[in-house]
Nanobody
Framework: QVQLVESGGELVQAGGTLKLSCVVS????????TGWFRQAPGKEREFLAA????????RYSDSVKDRFTASRDNAKNTAYLQMDNLKPEDTAVYYC?????????????????????WGQGTQVTVSS
């Protein structure tokens, strides 16, 4: 059983920064990978970033790789998404998700279907 709880979403002005957190509750987190997604009204859920808890590399969507930075604190089982230079088009509900870090997963990590467990989401609103 994996539980994820996001926090940190709020209303921010364009050009501002925000850091989201995701606490992952699971017995052996090093077996897992975590991804960040977002979903704007009327749009598909969009992949942002992913990483494995027992590795050092992070993978990003080309659309955000210059402004968003994923990180984590293994001691706290917490993932972070640092978002800089926010734009109104970044307005969305942001989700973290988790799945076992398998070869099949890493073939499909950009797809929401690769993830078995999701948080409830946190709203980010960027005003112009």
């Amino acid at each position: 059983q994996v539980q994820l709880v996001e926090s940190g979403g709020e209303l921010v002005q364009a050009g501002g920064t925000l850091k989201l957190s995701c606490v992952v509750s699971v017995s052996d987190i090093r077996r897992y990978a975590t991804g960040w997604f977002r979903q704007a009204p009327g749009k598909e859920r969009e992949f942002l970033a992913a990483f494995r808890w027992n590795g050092y590399s992070y993978r990003y969507s080309d659309s955000v790789k210059d402004r968003f930075t994923a990180s984590r604190d293994n001691a706290k089982n917490t993932a972070y998404l640092q978002m800089d230079n926010l734009k109104p088009e970044d307005t969305a509900v942001y989700y973290c998700a988790a799945a076992l870090s398998t070869s099949d997963f890493w073939t499909n990590y950009r797809s929401r279907r690769a993830y078995d467990n999701w948080g409830q989401g946190t709203q980010v609103t960027v005003s112009s």
